[in-house]
């Protein structure tokens, strides 16, 4: 979008958003220590939610309740691990976002699927 054009288009009163351009690394290393990040945080919750119920539910604690409701649960967990190992194999630019005073991959604008 040329420069006339966006002007014209924010006096106008509409908002314009333009894409994010992926960000060269400063280094390889960086690229790993970046995607290493961004694997744990992605996988750490539905990986916690898989084992914890396989856990609790093997200790006992899921006794009152009926099979298909533990099994409902171990399939959300294990559809969110799947969605997410799909948006990370996905990723074609180095996008990187801050989280927690970190640098992650933003796999929104990364290219990973959207689903």
């Given at each position: 979008?040329?420069?006339?054009?966006?002007?014209?288009?924010?006096?106008?009163?509409?908002?314009?958003?333009?894409?994010?351009?992926?960000?060269?690394?400063?280094?390889?290393?960086?690229?790993?220590?970046?995607?290493?990040?961004?694997?744990?945080?992605?996988?750490?919750?539905?990986?916690?939610?898989?084992?914890?119920?396989?856990?609790?539910?093997?200790?006992?604690?899921?006794?009152?309740e009926?099979?298909?409701?533990?099994?409902?649960?171990?399939?959300?967990?294990?559809?969110?691990?799947?969605?997410?190992?799909?948006?990370?194999?996905?990723?074609?630019?180095?996008?990187?976002?801050?989280?927690?005073?970190?640098?992650?991959?933003?796999?929104?604008?990364a290219?990973?699927?959207a689903?």
């Amino acid at each position: 979008m040329g420069t006339g054009l966006l002007e014209s288009a924010r006096s106008a009163g509409l908002a314009v958003t333009l894409p994010t351009a992926a960000i060269p690394p400063i280094s390889p290393d960086e690229v790993i220590q970046v995607m290493a990040r961004t694997l744990a945080d992605e996988l750490a919750q539905p990986l916690t939610l898989l084992i914890g119920t396989l856990e609790l539910w093997q200790a006992g604690y899921y006794a009152d309740e009926p099979p298909a409701a533990i099994w409902a649960r171990l399939e959300l967990a294990s559809q969110e691990l799947a969605r997410r190992f799909a948006q990370l194999a996905g990723v074609q630019a180095y996008v990187p976002r801050m989280r927690a005073g970190f640098v992650l991959l933003d796999l929104d604008q990364a290219g990973g699927p959207a689903e």
